[in-house]
């Protein structure tokens, strides 16, 4: 299902990984250090890629990982990307820009991703983005650490969200979710709520709109237009 992006937006959910931060190096290599370290074959680079942005758990199930052998991957990668791989990431050029030129025209600009809210919260304090979003580093909606599968999932992040946006005087007509995987796309549809897809993440060619995103984005400056109009 596709829908429409609103005639005018307010409030935008905006995904971390692939859409603000280029994090696929450290996650990958302690993906690579997690899966050898608690006695699993490690998959290709390839596959291991396509572990971020979804939620870990729904990631592992894909490899034949599941139950007490996901935790025991999960818990591996996690010691790793706590010690080595969560600052080794980058801000996509031009993000802080676009987002500066969001916030200037009165957009309301949240986080909502499926990476662990702990983490999401020291991966943006440390690029300094919480100047672009309400409330800094309160505008943060993360994962449960804790939580696998279904639960972790991206659309309980999603509904966090819009029920922050909601308390700031959102509109649910006018709202945008924008990211780079179609998981990202699914959960905000499942709430009704439309996405702008960036190509510049984590996709395959075509999966942002075999999803249904409501529009496609190629730069950040033109996802500052997509938003702005």
Request: hydrophobic fraction near 45%; charge should be negative; aromatic fraction near 4%.
């Amino acid at each position: 299902m596709t829908l429409s992006l609103p005639h005018r937006t307010t409030h935008v959910l905006l995904d971390l990984d692939g859409t603000l931060t280029d994090s696929a190096p450290g996650i990958v290599a302690s993906l690579r250090t997690g899966f050898a370290n608690a006695g699993f074959a490690v998959p290709s680079d390839d596959v291991l890629r396509s572990f971020v942005g979804p939620p870990l758990g729904a990631s592992m199930g894909r490899v034949g990982l599941t139950g007490a052998d996901a935790a025991a991957a999960i818990a591996a990668y996690r010691e790793d990307f706590e010690a080595n791989g969560m600052f080794d990431n980058s801000v996509i050029p031009g993000v802080p820009e676009a987002l500066a030129e969001l916030r200037a025209a009165g957009l309301t600009l949240l986080v909502a991703t499926a990476k662990p809210e702990n983490y999401a919260l020291q991966i943006v304090e440390h690029f300094g983005l919480e100047g672009y979003l309400d409330g800094g580093l309160a505008g943060v909606h993360g994962a449960d650490p804790e939580a696998v599968g279904e639960v972790a999932g991206k659309e309980v992040v999603v509904e966090r969200a819009l029920a922050h946006a909601v308390a700031l005087g959102a509109d649910a007509g006018q709202l945008v979710m924008v990211g780079d995987r179609e998981h990202d796309v699914h959960a905000a549809a499942h709430h009704g709520v439309p996405t702008i897809g960036v190509t510049w993440g984590y996709a395959e060619p075509g999966e942002l709109e075999a999803a249904g995103a409501a529009a496609i984005a190629t730069t950040p400056a033109e996802l500052r237009k997509l938003l702005a109009n």
